[in-house]
């Protein structure tokens, strides 16, 4: 017998999972990429090396930010570039609030259906709990404000640019975050109180799978990070087996592709383990966030699921938690003086090299991998994308969670019901996901 869940709904992009069952058992799964292959690797091909962070920003319309980030750090790595210290800083405020926006959009109108009111969607939500929904899109309009004033815009920021960022912060925009974060930060504080206490009181994280896989998130001295970093790979018991930055990934990661998908299946090079990245990743790998209110949740958290976890539904929890370190860190940055500086550019002369820029998206680990030439042309691209590294921990996840109920004599609803769930927990980002995997011209 075949089931097909199409579409998987309530997140980014368009997938359906396939199982074929025989004796009321799961004899093969698959997670099926509908989406198109997108073909921005190659697309990008012989455009000038400037242009890159604006196409890159392009790939999605909730990851845009990290797009753009990453993409800025490869041409810059490739042509020896350093910006100012307050470009950085502003990178990193615009990267915050594109943090908040994500994880706010997903926990508030994507999970919480599945914790509160199942089978209702975000209208349920709206409906029985309006104070806790009103909440999420404050919260979620301050990471836009954020981004609009940064980033020039709210969605596609326009102020990227290699060498730092092309407008300066005005004084009165940042008493406007600075003053508006105060209040966004106490809602935060009880949208998550309020995840915290509904995991507890359902045991919901019973009702996800244990995955004791490896681990891959940017740490820097110990700390939590997203912009800047080393990346450390964590082994299932919790030992840090490397840490590497820039073109080194190749020695660490490597690529496989499959048949029946269009994404991209990466795996370890040192032993050919699969691995995970994401909030839980980050969240494994870090000791602590910095920042005090997200440190005390961390420790919530922890005396929860102990540390390393491997809990897929943990991935919500710890999702949480990145909200208040997020907005945290924004005010932060934004008490900093610095980031009202003129100085945000540095000249850029366009070259050839080879560069890799990483930063951790929302979602995971996101590498832009670039080759440009003595003209400045981008020749060749390669991007490893933060979902397309969990879809082969999450197909192993959906074999067991469908096993399991099954073996249990549960309904086909139920078994489609919990593997949603499962898939929710990552968040997944299809569009960014799905790339181009081979292409034949025929003349």
């Known amino acids: 017998m075949r089931v097909q869940i199409k579409p998987v709904t309530r997140i980014e992009g368009h997938m359906a999972i396939t199982i074929d069952v025989e004796e009321n058992r799961v ?9 198109p292959p997108r073909l921005f690797e190659k697309f990008m091909e012989n455009k000038p090396a400037e242009e890159a962070v604006r196409l ?23 042509w020896d570039v350093k910006p100012p210290e307050a470009a950085i800083k502003l990178r990193k405020l615009l990267h915050a609030g594109g943090y908040i926006h994500s994880h706010t959009l997903h926990l508030a109108l994507l999970a919480l259906p599945d914790m509160l009111c199942p089978g209702e969607g975000v209208i349920g939500i ?3 709990y309006p104070q806790l929904f009103k909440k999420a899109i404050v919260i979620r309009k301050y990471g836009q404000e954020i981004t609009e004033i940064v980033g020039g815009r709210p969605i596609h920021p326009s102020t990227i640019v290699p060498g730092g960022m092309s407008k300066p912060l005005p004084r009165e925009d940042r008493e406007t975050l600075m003053k508006k974060g105060e209040v966004v930060l106490k809602n935060a504080m009880e949208l998550v109180d309020t995840i915290f206490d509904i995991y507890e009181k359902n045991k919901l994280l019973s009702t996800y799978p244990e995955d004791l896989t490896y681990y891959m998130g940017l740490v820097s001295h110990g700390l939590h990070e997203t912009y800047d970093g080393e990346l450390h790979i964590m082994s299932p018991k919790g030992d840090v ?9 190749l020695k660490y990661i490597a690529e496989d592709s499959v048949r029946y998908s269009f994404v991209k299946h990466p795996y370890l090079r040192v032993n050919g383990e699969k691995y ?18 997200a440190d005390n949740y961390l420790a919530m958290l922890r005396k929860m699921v102990g540390k390393p976890f491997h809990n897929v539904g943990a991935y919500n929890l710890a999702r949480a938690v990145e909200i208040i370190a997020s907005i945290e860190k924004a005010l932060n940055i934004l008490e900093d003086e610095e980031i009202l500086s003129k100085n ?9 090299g080879i560069g890799v820029g990483i930063v951790e998206a929302p979602r995971g680990v996101l590498i832009h991998h670039y080759e440009i030439d003595d003209k400045g042309l981008l020749r060749k691209v390669n991007l490893i994308v933060a979902t397309q590294q969990n879809i082969p921990p999450l197909e192993r996840e959906l074999i067991r969670v469908a096993s ?10 139920t078994i489609e ?11 997944p980002c299809i569009s960014c996901a799905t790339h181009l995997v081979k292409l034949r011209i025929v003349s």
Not at 344 to 352: D, E, G, S, Y
Request: aromatic letters at 6%; hydrophobic letters at 40%; a positive charge.
């Open 126 to 128: 709206a409906e029985k």
């Open 241 to 249: 087996i490397a840490s590497f930055k820039g073109l080194d990934y």
């Open 404 to 413: 399991d109920l099954l073996s249990k004599g549960e309904k086909l609803t």
């Open 417 to 427: 019901q919990r593997l949603e769930m499962v898939v929710r927990a990552y968040d």
């Open 276 to 293: 995970r990245v994401g909030t839980l990743a980050r969240t494994n790998v870090a000791e602590k966030f910095g920042t005090p209110i």
């Open 344 to 352: 945000i550019r540095t000249h850029v002369k366009p070259k050839a």
């Open 27 to 35: 004899k093969n799964l698959q997670i099926n990429i509908l989406e």
């Open 56 to 78: 890159a920003e392009r790939i999605c319309g909730i990851c845009y930010v990290a797009h753009g980030l990453a993409s800025v750090k490869a041409v810059e790595d490739a």
